[in-house]
């Protein structure tokens, strides 16, 4: 029977589409996302659009675009229809699979219709599916993190029956399944927009994960312990969203959570992610003689993983507690352990989260060392090197790595680079809501202020000032 009923949903292999390659012409993937978002802001529409969704559409992988695509493209080629662009029409595509379970009570609602999502492919599906997926287990795993009901929808998307907890017997695989397709998707999303707007919706999920915990332990001991380290590492993506869009008191609240979870499960890699973490925040809140222990602290838990570049990057956390403290050996210390670290390479064991921290982190982590310590031009140095170096898919990172940098030109004393770096990061915030990114830009814009006679600055200042209002 099972064999039947995966066969009955078998997917037929993408066809590339050479419509949607016509139409993009000489330009590269690039250049025509670059178009796409640019269309969108015209008609008051936001997508993500980068270079990998267009080779997924050329591909034949995304068989029909979302709603918001739809408005884009048709924006962008007048008088055609999706057909046209080499697109399946949608109700082929809604209509696949009828024979084997019952249509719906009614349409799904156009996730695009609202405004406080952001609209991207990858919001509305799990990773690894395609544009065409539509099994009712994805449906559910988009709801566990992107609905904006109850903490009760929440537990039930994550396979809670409503209401009431489940019989500890059913925890199981596809609880704990969910769980860690939750974690991903939230990593997903800020790298994509930034934690603001993210941060209360991402809670749900993260009381529906704990609600598990609380409601029994699965049998197998494998289970077990996947879902101690799926529920911590929520807390800590949570954690995080709280704390990049400025909830410091709740983020240090959810990096507890995370720590006394990966203690209770004996869970090393968890334990120093959320020393990681809690020693960002420290330095974030200043206190910067908690940020260096908390490192440490990592560090010896870090020491049973076996990833260099864990330890690299928890050294460069304890530098940047020695930056605040003004302590220029002790920074330059751990600078020196981190690059040691990282030039071993990447390992089979570093963990999944860190698929972020590459030779651009390296770089920005290391200018804000040097800015703490109040040297300015060498900070953007590394920042400018940083946002170089920037996939230009982690919109957020790219963002963030170009706001430091202009921050560092400024106080460099470098006003019309300071600003056009600035203009760059106000280009992106279409994209991304970061409270962080902001709150750098208005350090920008302070420290600029007595050159605002100088034309780039003060279109820079314009232009910010207006970002600001309608932020």
């Not at 802001?41 to 080779?55: F, H, L, N, P, T």
């Not at 707007?197 to 009381?207: C, N, T």
């Not at 954690?239 to 006394?260: F, I, M, V």
């Not at 750098?440 to 970002?467: G, I, K, N, Q, W």
Request: charged letters at 25%; proline letters at 6%.
């Amino acid at each position: 029977m099972a064999s039947s009923s995966k066969a009955s949903r078998a997917v037929p292999a993408p066809v590339p589409n050479l419509a949607f390659r016509t139409l993009r012409g000489h330009r590269s993937p690039g250049e025509f996302a670059t178009a796409v978002r640019r269309a969108a802001r015209e008609i008051g529409e936001q997508v993500s659009c980068d270079a990998r969704y267009i080779g997924r559409v050329e591909s034949g992988e995304i068989r029909c675009p979302n709603y918001a695509y739809e408005r884009v493209f048709l924006h962008m080629f007048p008088g055609l229809a999706l057909t046209d662009l080499g697109f399946t029409a949608r109700e082929q595509v809604r209509g696949r699979g009828a024979g084997n379970r019952a249509a719906p009570a009614s349409p799904p609602p156009d996730r695009a219709a609202d405004p406080a999502l952001p609209h991207h492919p990858c919001c509305r599906l799990p990773l690894g599916s395609s544009e065409s997926d539509s099994d009712e287990e994805s449906d559910v795993l988009r709801r566990a993190f992107m609905t904006s009901g109850s903490a009760t929808v929440a537990a039930a998307s994550l396979g809670l029956g409503p209401g009431s907890l489940p019989d500890p017997r059913r925890v199981g695989e596809a609880e704990v399944s969910a769980v860690e397709e939750a974690v991903r998707r939230i990593r997903l999303l800020d790298d994509r927009h930034g934690a603001d707007g993210l941060y209360r919706r991402a809670a749900q999920p993260l009381r529906a994960a704990y609600a598990l915990l609380d409601a029994g332990t699965p049998a197998r001991r494998s289970t077990a312990q996947r879902l101690h380290t799926g529920a911590g590492e929520l807390a800590i993506s949570v954690g995080w969203l709280a704390h990049d869009s400025g909830r410091l008191e709740d983020a240090r609240s959810h990096y507890a959570e995370a720590l006394a979870t990966a203690r209770v499960a004996g869970d090393p890699a968890l334990e120093a992610h959320a020393f990681c973490n809690t020693s960002f925040l420290a330095r974030d809140a200043g206190r910067h003689r908690e940020a260096v222990r908390t490192a440490q602290a990592g560090q010896q838990a870090a020491r049973l993983v076996a990833s260099p570049r864990l330890l690299a990057l928890l050294a460069l956390r304890e530098a940047g507690g020695w930056a605040g403290l003004g302590d220029r050996a002790g920074c330059e210390q751990s600078l020196a352990r981190a690059h040691a670290h990282f030039g071993r390479g990447a390992s089979d064991a570093d963990p999944e989260w860190m698929s972020f921290f590459a030779e651009p982190e390296l770089e920005a982590l290391q200018a804000q060392c040097w800015s703490a310590l109040g040297e300015w031009a060498r900070a953007a140095r590394h920042a400018r090197r940083a946002a170089t170096l920037q996939d230009r898919r982690f919109t957020r990172n790219l963002a963030l790595y170009r706001a430091e940098l202009a921050v560092d030109l400024a106080r460099a004393g470098e006003p019309e680079e300071a600003a056009a770096a600035g203009e760059q990061v106000l280009e992106l915030l279409g994209e991304v809501r970061s409270s962080r990114i902001h709150a750098l830009l208005a350090d920008t814009a302070e420290v600029l202020l007595p050159h605002r006679r100088t034309p780039s600055v003060s279109t820079f200042l314009h232009h910010r000032e207006t970002a600001t209002r309608h932020a």
